[in-house]
């Protein structure tokens, strides 16, 4: 372990406390928040901050999302030991490496080549195994498909269908819903081949879900 692991390893623990004091409950969640060290996914100079629960910026103008969002997204997923899990959005691949810690089966789409190559690159450090895409995750990952859930971590103004159609029977995808400045928090459960229900949370703040791709 390195030096720095260990000055921000108390940090961790208490961002974990301040996290079941807002209201997660999901022991696997805090364990993986408790686990992943945030501040190697945060940019040079950053990194103190990498244990406040906020947003930070993260490059091409995105963010690193909350921890009480990750872990508010990662609790509604209801992720077991092997369950495969689709992310759109890798951003900085923070939440990819809290799913592996949760022992998910982790694939995640970025559209900026950039983020896409850092996060790869950190994780692989890590030694989190995720499966990463460079590519539009509004076409979800046809080839890996079905999932048994899929996370959003961009918001959509309207349900991504194709991504709908890519949950097996049974599966659930986590996605904010609504155009800038607030979204809801839902979860859509595909009961059968033809037959989804939503379920509605709270209200958060994404950056968007946009098209194609930047190279
Ligand atoms: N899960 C990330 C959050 C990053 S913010 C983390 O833990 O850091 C959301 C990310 O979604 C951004 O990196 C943004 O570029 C990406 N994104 C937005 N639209 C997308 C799309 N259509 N396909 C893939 N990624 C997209």
Known sequence: MQRDDLKFEGMRARLVAQLQHNGISDYRVLQAIGEVPRHRFFKDGLEQFAYHDKAFPIDDNQTISQPYTVAYQSQLLQVKEGTRVLEIGTGSGYQSAVLCAMGAQVFSVERYKNLHEKAARILRQLGYAASLRFGDGNEGWPSHAPFERILLTAAAHKIPEQ?????????????????????????????????????????????PLLKGTVK
Do not use: A, Y
């Open 163 to 207: 991504l709908l159609l890519q949950l097996m029977p049974g599966g659930k995808m986590v996605l904010p819903l609504g155009g800038s400045g607030s979204q809801q928090m839902l979860r859509i459960t595909r009961v059968s081949e033809n037959d989804f229900q939503t379920e509605k949370f709270g209200n958060f703040v994404f950056v």
